[in-house]
């Protein structure tokens, strides 16, 4: 499948949003993607590795113990299995990475395709954007555990214990 130019672009995005010193590349893709940000980050004398796992090594996330700052799922999806892809993106979610992005043509319920809305926002994954194409509707979603949920307001330390009330009153 072709994607349209647009999604690279706002991988770009999210990718120099987040400042990544690791990113992790999943997916039949050109890692050249990332050229661009590690020159940024080469003028700045700061570092940044990108690994790169293609779609027949794909399963290869499952035994990852090492911790990415950014994952990028391009072009993998509509390739694997759904069972295969609920692992990975758990694995992701859960061990590789703090931040992740996919993008994937999703499907209507009378569609072929094997994903949809209802299963990625399963994995609490935000959508982005959609692309439309000719071919398909694409969708580019994303994952952060910084801004997964939003704290309270009852959970701050002025609501603990109350230090100030003590041996004010008699309960």
């Given at each position: 499948?072709?994607?349209p ?96 992005c ?16 209802t ?50 009153f008699?309960?």
């Amino acid at each position: 499948m072709i994607y349209p130019r647009d999604v690279q672009f706002d991988i770009d995005t999210l990718i120099n949003d987040a400042q990544p010193k690791t990113i992790l590349a999943l997916g039949d893709f050109d890692a050249a993607l990332f050229d661009e940000y590690r020159a940024q980050k080469s003028l700045l004398q700061q570092p940044c590795e990108v690994e790169h796992v293609s779609v027949s090594d794909c399963m290869q996330v499952m035994r990852m113990a090492t911790r990415f700052d950014v994952a990028v799922a391009f072009n993998l999806f509509e390739h694997i299995s759904r069972q295969h892809g609920m692992q990975i993106l758990a694995r992701l979610r859960d061990v590789v990475a703090a931040q992740y992005c996919i993008c994937l043509p999703l499907g209507k319920h009378d569609d072929q395709s094997h994903w949809q809305l209802t299963d990625l926002f399963s994995f609490a994954l935000k959508r982005v954007s959609t692309y439309t194409t000719p071919e398909a509707e694409f969708s580019l979603f994303k994952y952060s555990i910084y801004d997964y949920k939003s704290t309270p307001d009852w959970l701050n330390p002025d609501n603990w214990a109350n230090p100030h009330m003590w041996n004010k009153f008699r309960w």
